[in-house]
Nanobody, 118 residues
Framework: QVQLVESGGAWVQPGKSLRLSCAAAGFTFRDHHMYWFRQAPGKERELVAILNQSGDGTTYADSVKGRFTISRDNSENTLYLQMNSLKPEDTAVYYC???????????WGKGTLVTVSS
């Protein structure tokens, strides 16, 4: 059974850091490009970061560039998102997504809530 399970969401104060994890199971993790998306209250889901299957190619949304870092551990089937210098506008449910290199498989997690507030 395919599973993507996000964890690490919490309430934090502005300026603090948080690391999200996404544990993958039921598919060949190393054969998938991995993504973090987020959806703030009342807004559409938006792309945060992309990491290719080998872990050497990244893309970031302009709003998080320089503050967030996406990484993966293919031996542990886990995706990470290190978030530094958090801002209130980073408040959202964060989702991980896996898309196969061939483009024929597409999986989503259920999300983890990050709240940035003083």
């Amino acid at each position: 059974q395919v599973q993507l399970v996000e964890s690490g969401g919490a309430w934090v104060q502005p300026g603090k850091s948080l690391r999200l994890s996404c544990a993958a199971a039921g598919f060949t993790f190393r054969d998938h490009h991995m993504y973090w998306f987020r959806q703030a209250p009342g807004k559409e889901r938006e792309l945060v970061a992309i990491l290719n299957q080998s872990g050497d190619g990244t893309t970031y949304a302009d709003s998080v560039k320089g503050r967030f870092t996406i990484s993966r551990d293919n031996s542990e089937n886990t995706l990470y998102l290190q978030m530094n210098s958090l801002k209130p506008e980073d408040t959202a449910v964060y989702y991980c997504r896996a898309i196969s290199v061939l483009g024929d498989k597409d999986y989503w997690g259920k999300g983890t809530l990050v709240t940035v507030s003083s």
